[in-house]
């Protein structure tokens, strides 16, 4: 397998999976990895050096420490401009799977799920394309490696996105026929067509930024100097439809779940899990906190997060007549325990980003869905209310950190808090709510939310 992202959570999670196999006594299947980007050169010259291996420590919410040697990465790619040892790995033969893990921004769709070609990087790697050249977005990069394996007759290959967008196999393979199309390269997108699979998958595993400390704790626990540990909760959850074009690990026999289709665990956990993690980000911040956890134990935000679930989220997911395999009233509260671990130490800085992704992605589904069955959406519009108020807080230099959005056009977001009306403005943006922008339902509805986010936000909130 070739991963494109050797970021804290692959080796925190994909990784982790493999590494079980490997200690089963299954040795099939090995990793390498390398970056799209030169954008983390330390941590790939700590791997490198220690030719792949790092400790994994993960947390219990009760506070036991484990520590875990993980070599399932064999081969550690240096990143080069062009991305010639990627694309080598990736076209030769024995190379089965790439797996991918890009934030929601990183997919370059529109709200209709195309790509978005007012995107500087992406045009850019349009016309790197069209020259023949690898890019730096995962169109451009995944354009040159199949090209380079269609050259080579290396065979069929699964593209495996490892993230949280919903419905992100299907999406990933829309959007890189879209790119190729456009591209030019008809031969190309007929060989993806016939030649590769992209299942849906669902992952979960808390992985905070590994803080400072955490190499002298790893030294400390295990005696093990490690450039380039990572850390995370105990809980792990690997989700994937069972679509390999070219074989795959036994997974189910260390814990992933193959099943026919994602969707039902997709939803849970985008709308319950990633969405209540962004309100207690963004209410957090507002209260002047740094982690999550410290959100989580606050009664007043944790409330918020419950509430939304409760009121709004569950009764989407599990209907009569189509009830949810999962059990969502556990679920939440295994989430917001999980997000109340003080060992975890997850910041809100972290969780807090791409604020301009996650509403269309995380929770304009459950606005849209209810308004459709004409229910109140009282509950979920804490969360945009929540946003613009940390919006806010960006728009007037006033966050404790930089804010880094993928998705945000910052004229726009300053254009939005500007606004006589920056709660209509907000509500307004097609890019953020779809075929429900400018709903009168959801603008005051969002309106009310801001008198019970107002406390925690003081005087910098307004409509």
């Known amino acids: 397998m070739l991963h494109l992202g050797l970021g804290s959570f692959h080796r925190a999670h994909q990784a982790v999976y493999l590494q079980r196999l490997i200690d089963r006594g299954d040795p099939h299947w090995t990793l390498a990895g390398g970056n799209l980007r030169d954008d983390m050169p330390e941590v790939i010259d700590a791997l490198r050096r220690q030719g792949g291996a790092y400790t994994l420590e993960t947390v219990s919410p009760d506070g036991e420490y484990r520590y875990e040697r993980i070599t399932a990465i064999r081969e550690v790619l240096p990143y080069e401009p062009g991305l010639a040892p990627l694309i080598a790995r990736g076209a030769d033969p024995a190379t089965r799977i790439v797996s991918f893990t890009v934030t929601e921004a990183g997919y370059y769709l529109d709200d209709q799920g195309r790509l978005d070609w007012r995107s500087a990087d ?16 995962l169109y451009g990069a995944l354009c040159a490696l199949l090209r380079a394996r269609r050259a080579a007759g290396a065979g069929p290959l699964t593209l495996l996105n490892c993230d949280n967008l919903r419905h992100n196999g299907e999406r990933v393979r829309a959007g890189l026929l879209q790119f190729i199309e456009r591209v030019g390269d008809a031969r190309l997108a007929a060989w993806v067509r016939e030649h590769t699979s992209c299942p849906n998958a669902m992952v979960d595993r808390i992985t905070p930024r590994p803080p400072p400390e955490l190499r002298a704790r790893v030294r400390a626990a295990t005696g093990w100097d490690d450039a380039a540990p990572v850390t995370g909760e105990r809980f792990i959850q690997w989700v994937i439809e069972d679509d390999f074009i070219a074989g795959r690990p036994a997974w189910e026999s260390v814990g992933v779940q193959m099943v026919v289709s994602v969707a039902p665990y997709e939803e849970a956990k985008i709308r319950i899990l990633n969405a209540s993690h962004s309100c207690i980000a963004w209410a957090g911040t507002l209260a002047g906190l740094q982690f999550i956890h410290e959100g989580a134990r606050t009664p007043a935000i944790r409330q918020m997060a419950f509430d939304y679930v409760t009121d709004d989220v569950i009764p989407c997911l599990s209907r009569p007549g189509a009830p949810s395999p999962v059990d969502l009233s556990a679920y939440r509260d295994e989430v917001l325990a999980r997000f109340s671990n003080p060992a975890i130490r997850d910041t809100n800085q972290r969780v807090a980003m791409d604020g301009f992704a996650k509403i269309p992605g995380f929770i304009a589904p459950t606005v849209r869905e209810r308004l459709a069955q004409g229910a109140a959406i009282d509950s979920v519009a804490l969360l ?22 993928q998705g945000m056009d910052p004229a726009v977001a300053h254009a939005i808090c500007d606004a006589d009306d920056p709660v209509a403005a907000l509500c307004a943006d097609a890019t953020l709510w779809g075929d429900v922008a400018g709903h009168e339902r959801l603008r005051e509805a969002v309106r009310r939310a801001g008198a019970r986010v107002a406390p925690l936000a003081g005087p910098v909130v307004s409509s």
């Open 122 to 137: 992406l045009s850019a790697d349009l016309q790197r394309a069209r020259r023949g050249e690898a890019g730096t977005t």
């Open 384 to 405: 945009p209310a929540l946003f613009l108020a940390f919006l806010q807080r960006w728009h007037r230099g006033r966050l404790p950190y930089p804010y880094q959005d």
